[in-house]
């Protein structure tokens, strides 16, 4: 477990802390967003057949409440749901499965979404309105209504993303998700690059792609904070070799 800002993040290590995330999911996919039925989980906990093969994490309030979640699905005979949703046309330097995951379930809980800007990730405040955020509008007193500093749940999360990982030896990632959080997220320097066509999955969505080594070597060139953030407490024989001793 680590501490970011008044949140705490920790991999999902019990069975009453899966039902919480699983619950948490149901929220914001079922009865908030309606990308799921929720009649097709009469128990309120949102679930499908990728999470026995995935690594959950959580973030909790200062009280304790869960309010963050993302899975990485590990390789398995299922595949990755990227690989039959969408044609990965694009994906040129592709390793073998076993060193891809694919981070996907990104919840927020609307308590920590409060405005009506926020959106479904608590991102499109720090976008401009041309990624469709909102950091360009105005309030009556022509006040930016945008203006945040990071989006300190999602970056907590993967922050745990990364040094799973590093642990596993797993090397890239798929998502697929819409071009928002794709902004947001290249905006705190993970990059990712388009690998198939725009489909329809939840709303339309983009198959997206990325490594390790290009996230961090685009921080140390561009966000070298995040950098350290993302790296502190990481074993030293998987860190970057620019930044061994």
Not at 50 to 56: L, P, V
Not at 66 to 85: N, Q, W
Not at 151 to 163: E, Q, T
Request: charged share 30%; proline share 4%; net charge negative.
């Amino acid at each position: 477990m680590f501490e970011y800002g008044r949140f705490h993040f920790k991999e999902v290590d019990s069975d009453e802390l899966r039902k919480k995330i699983f619950r948490l999911r149901y929220e914001v996919y079922a009865l908030e967003f309606g990308f799921e039925n929720p009649l097709d989980f009469p128990d309120k906990l949102e679930q499908d057949e990728y999470d026995a093969h995935s690594i959950h994490f959580v973030a909790f309030d200062e009280d304790g409440e869960v309010i963050g979640t993302v899975r990485m699905i590990l390789d398995s005979k299922r595949g990755f749901p990227v690989e039959h949703a969408s044609n990965i046309t694009e994906f040129h330097d592709k390793p073998g499965p076993e060193y891809i995951t694919e981070v996907s379930r990104l919840a927020v809980s609307r308590l920590l979404r409060r405005r009506p800007e926020d959106g479904m990730h608590g991102i499109e405040s720090y976008l401009p309105q041309s990624q469709g955020g909102v950091s360009d509008k105005k309030d009556k007193t022509n006040k930016s209504i945008g203006k945040r500093e990071k989006p300190v749940i999602i970056l907590g999360l993967y922050k745990l993303v990364y040094l799973k990982c590093k642990e596993l030896g797993i090397t890239h990632m798929y998502m697929i998700t819409e071009d928002k959080l794709f902004h947001a997220l290249y905006k705190f320097g993970f990059v990712f690059f388009k690998v198939g066509e725009p489909v329809e999955y939840h709303g339309k969505r983009t198959p997206f792609a990325t490594s390790w080594n290009t996230i961090e070597k685009h921080m140390h060139a561009n966000h070298q904070e995040l950098l350290d953030f993302l790296t502190f407490g990481l074993d030293d024989r998987h860190k970057p070799a620019f930044l061994k001793k």
